[in-house]
């Protein structure tokens, strides 16, 4: 079974975790764990809620493919910091591509107009919608997808006032503060003076986050668990699609995966991002005949070029000025530039 969501977050490319459960972005861990607990329980095979075999094959298909991954990834304080620092970027490039984003849900397009306290009206609305989600299964992914559309729509309008949510009353800090005694006004001779609650964790960069993707992507590639190390690299992409190194590691692990259509993609990307990239280039070669031919061709073309006439001089031309190669031709100039 596949599941077809391609509204709000899932529409950019990133894997909307929240909108799965049914849970706002800036829910603590808390409240995601007793939601993810109550979807478990009513999507079980063994329900009695389901009422023919059908229903409990798609409710097991839902709880294993999309359910269970998503609380898998957001029960992790480490992944769950992460997937934080995304939707940051993802509520940021969304606002400064607001005029390309269409919103399909009468309830998206309600809370982006919303006057007054939008933290209310988003939570209202997700708890309507999310009260619906998991009711009547030929609906979730429709649900699901409005949900989604909420959060875009809720990150882009923090975004715009530079704000960021984040999860209630789940620190360290304010955990430590809410258990420590209030101190008294006039401190007892002697006593030691009350100490400090430490500072609450200040969330990864995205560099930090960046690098641990890129990190786990390596020791899943040195385990030869591919789909794990793609999963790890295309969650990397979702922080910085442009970085051309990315994509070029995507299209090796696809090439060891034995997908070679999906490391052309990703080999290609990363040449119209760097074409200087000799691993991209090496790697497309061996994917896309017609490219390896062009090459080939481009290759003894220069080196005729480079050949003088036998029984003929080389021509004396004038010195190419200093760090300037005399053509503007070679396999760069052939797939760098624009076509006349």
Not at 23 to 45: E, F, S, T
Not at 225 to 242: C, F, G, M, N, T
Request: net charge positive; hydrophobic share 35%.
């Amino acid at each position: 079974m596949s599941f077809n969501l391609e509204s709000g977050l899932f529409g950019l490319g990133c894997s909307d975790y929240h909108a799965v459960l049914g849970v706002p972005v800036d829910a603590d861990p808390k409240d995601i764990r007793k939601k993810y607990l109550r979807l478990a329980q009513r999507l079980h095979p063994d329900s009695s809620g389901h009422e023919s075999e059908e229903d409990r094959k798609r409710a097991a298909e839902f709880l294993s493919k999309l359910v269970n991954p998503a609380y898998e990834e957001l029960s992790k304080e480490k992944k769950f910091n992460e997937h934080l620092v995304v939707l940051k970027l993802k509520g940021q490039q969304a606002l400064n591509q607001q005029e390309t984003i269409l919103l399909q849900s009468d309830a998206a397009r309600s809370l982006a107009s919303a006057y007054g306290e939008l933290d209310s009206a988003y939570r209202q609305a997700i708890k309507r919608l999310a009260d619906e989600q998991y009711a009547h299964l030929d609906k979730t992914e429709e649900i699901t997808g409005q949900i989604s559309e909420l959060n875009l729509v809720y990150l882009m309008r923090k975004a715009g006032k530079g704000e960021f949510p984040t999860p209630a009353a789940t620190s360290p800090a304010k955990s430590a503060a809410a258990s420590t005694p209030a101190a008294s006004a006039t401190p007892t001779t002697g006593a030691r003076p009350t100490s400090t609650p430490p500072a609450a964790k200040a969330p990864p960069s995205r560099e930090s986050v960046l690098a641990s993707y890129l990190r786990r992507a390596e020791e899943f590639e040195t385990k030869q668990d591919y789909p794990s190390a793609v999963k790890e690299l295309r969650d990397a992409l979702q922080i910085a699609p442009k970085n051309g190194s990315i994509h070029s590691r995507l299209g090796a692990v696809y090439l060891r995966a034995n997908q070679p259509t999906m490391a052309k993609i990703h080999f290609r990307k990363a040449l119209e991002l760097n074409p200087k990239d000799a691993a991209a280039e090496e790697g497309l070669r061996r994917v896309d005949p017609a490219f390896a031919a062009a090459n080939a061709q481009a290759a003894k073309a220069d080196a005729k070029a480079a050949k003088p006439t036998p029984g003929k001089p080389a021509p004396k031309g004038k010195p190419a000025p200093k760090g300037k190669p005399e053509s503007g031709g070679g396999l760069f100039g052939l797939f760098g530039g624009k076509k006349k």
